[in-house]
Antibody
Framework: EVQLLESGGGLVQPGGSLRLSCAASGFTFSNYAMSWVRQAPGKGLEWVSD????????YYADSVKGRFTISRDNSKNTLYLQMNSLRAEDTAVYYCAKDLNWNFVRVYFDYWGQGTLVTVSS | EVVLTQSPGSLSLSPGERATLSCRASQSVSSNYLAWYQQRPGQAPRLLIY???SRATGIPDRFSGSGSGTDFTLTISRLEPEDFAVYYCQQYGSSPRTFGQGTKVEIK
């Protein structure tokens, strides 16, 4: 059974940093691209970032480019999102999602984690 | 980027009724790479449909997807209590992958 478990969310002040983790199990993590998708309170889904299975290719939404960094450790079956220079508008539940295959181009998300809440407020 | 517009914003129906949800794209969705996700309150999204019309593993056959080009539809033939949720369409034919704003299916 595929399981994705996010952690690392919490309350952070504007301008602060936070690192999210997503522990994966139930599939061969190193064979699949992974992504982060967020959802602001009461709002819809917004794609944030992608990473290929090897970590060699990454892609970011314009809203987070230059502030967020996606990475992965295939030896630990873990996906990360380093978030710097956080803003109030980054407040959201952050979901990690598994892509259908090794790359994130022209594929959908077949599994999602339960999410971790990030609140940016003073 | 491809903008997806879902309609209606909300739908009030009774169990057993049919639900028809629309997703319209600002430009043609490449290869009909259109997915639908269900999100129940307090839960993560769940994949229902991919490729516009293929049901994901374990999804009941009361859920069906149709459409092509710029106009897509999710139909729930007979609403069950667990189907009252928010539904999102997503295109994955071009980058960035984008979502519609969602349609909430409420109990009447």
């Amino acid at each position: 059974e595929v399981q994705l478990l996010e952690s690392g969310g919490g309350l952070v002040q504007p301008g602060g940093s936070l690192r999210l983790s997503c522990a994966a199990s139930g599939f061969t993590f190193s064979n699949y691209a992974m992504s982060w998708v967020r959802q602001a309170p009461g709002k819809g889904l917004e794609w944030v970032s992608d990473i290929s299975n090897s970590g060699g290719s990454t892609y970011y939404a314009d809203s987070v480019k230059g502030r967020f960094t996606i990475s992965r450790d295939n030896s630990k079956n873990t996906l990360y999102l380093q978030m710097n220079s956080l803003r109030a508008e980054d407040t959201a539940v952050y979901y990690c999602a598994k892509d259908l295959n090794w790359n994130f181009v022209r594929v959908y998300f077949d599994y999602w984690g339960q999410g971790t809440l990030v609140t940016v407020s003073s | 980027e491809v903008v997806l517009t879902q309609s209606p914003g909300s739908l009030s129906l009774s169990p057993g009724e049919r639900a028809t949800l629309s997703c319209r794209a600002s430009q043609s969705v490449s290869s009909n790479y259109l997915a639908w996700y269900q999100q129940r309150p307090g839960q993560a999204p769940r994949l229902l449909i991919y490729g516009a019309s293929s049901r994901a593993t374990g999804i009941p056959d009361r859920f069906s997807g149709s459409g092509s080009g710029t106009d897509f539809t999710l139909t729930i033939s007979r609403l069950e209590p667990e189907d009252f949720a928010v539904y999102y369409c997503q295109q994955y034919g071009s980058s960035p992958r984008t979502f519609g704003q969602g349609t909430k299916v409420e109990i009447k």
